[in-house]
Every structure is written in C-alpha cells, then in structure tokens.
C-alpha cells in the first residue's frame, strides 16, 4: 500500500480515532538557495505492524533536521501528537510541521495498518535534512502511539541506503488509561473524541502495555515491545 505525498492534512479516521511536544527552535532558516541546490531523494518508509490485535491508525512520516524532534520522552506532549495519540487525528501535527523551521516534507498513509500487514509512505530527504520521524496511533487505547523520533539515513550522491529498525509504543501521557470502551475510539469499543486527562502521566514514556483493568482483554489487546518493524530505503 503506497502514500499520497501531502503537504497539508485534514485527515481523520473514519472509526474517529484520533507524543512530547514538536520541538521547533528558533534559529533562523537555512539559506534557500542552499536548499534549492540540495539534491533531494525519495525515502520510502515501510511499516510494519507486528502486534497480535492492535491496529494502527494511518501513520505520519516526516523529514527533517536535527532542530525537529517529533516527540521527547520525559516531556509533555504537544497538543497535536494528544489528539494523533488519543484519536488517530494527523490534520493538527501534520499541520503543526507542515512549513516549520527544519521540517523537508510530511506525508500520511493512505490507510490503517492491521496486525501482520504493512504500508509505505514516501518522503524526500537531503544530505542536510535526512532524519525521519513517525507515529500513528495504536486504535484501541487511550492514548498509545507507536513512534520514531529522528532516525538518520545515510544520504550521499547516487548511493543507495536502507536501514531496518524496531519500533516502540509510547504513552503520550495526555490520557489516563482507563481501558474503558467509553474513552477508546478503535475496537472493540468505538468511542471517539472522549477525553479523560484526570489521572494521566503528564509526560511522553514508553507504554506498558494492556492489563485487562476494564473492557480490553489483555490477551488479545496486549503487546510486548517492539510493536513495529520500520524499514527506510531509497525509492529513486
């Protein structure tokens, strides 16, 4: 399944579903003709979703330099990453990096990720801006997102790169995690735009996981860490 590139997105999930904050500094930009002479490659980002029963929400992949972090553990998450992490809703952050100092390009997947199943999106990249960060929810939770932060790719004249790495779930720290279906879009449950910030880490950490405290039977819903494979190739 291939990506639409996109520079502007209102997307969200037909189930109404919906990491640490975007951080942009403010050093100025770089030079534009420098940018303009940057010779620019296609990197396509494979997913792929290796949880036993979670579905993830059309993920978000963006290019960029090292003054972008999508998420930070240990820092409160960005209001745009709550709503792609509570409600698989990319329009907000995909809006949020689209134009921002350091940010090459985003692009959102044309659709969800199932459990053994796999999609790719394809962003440019530069020698200057080769990181690439990802997230997409992961459905039926409260606030769990798998992601990747800055994953730098080896971009030097016609050589190709790829790399393979292992990806986590993260807890964006926005929600409590109730396990109830009256506060999870994807299912079993169906219950989209339902916030409960009382009683939430405050904070981005790794998730811990499904533990069967309300309507999600942890034998299914659970996952062990990694929940996801990514693969970043050269496309062109």
Sequence with gaps: MNSKK???FG???????????????????????????????????TITNITSDQIFSPPLVVSHDKR???FRLGAPASEEL????????TGPLADLLDGATGVLEVAIADGMVFPGESVTVEVDVTPQQSLVSLA??????????????????EVRGSRPFRLATAARAYD???EANTESCEHIPGPPCGSPGVRVPEGSEGYVL?????????????????????????TIERAD
């Design 6 to 8: 996109k520079n502007t």
């Design 11 to 45: 997307t969200k999930l037909a189930l109404g579903l919906a990491a640490a904050a975007l951080m942009v500094s403010l050093a100025p930009a770089p030079d534009a003709s420098a940018q303009i002479r940057a010779p620019r490659f296609t990197a396509a980002v």
């Design 68 to 70: 972008v972090s999508l």
């Design 82 to 89: 709550a709503a792609l992490a509570e409600d698989g809703m």
């Design 136 to 153: 997409g929810m992961l459905v039926s939770t409260n606030d769990a997102f798998v992601g990747l932060d800055g994953v730098g790719v």
């Design 172 to 174: 964006a720290g926005t």
């Design 206 to 230: 790794v998730h811990s996981g499904i533990h069967g405290i309300g309507d999600l039977e942890s034998s299914m819903k659970d996952w062990n860490n990694p929940v996801a494979v990514i």
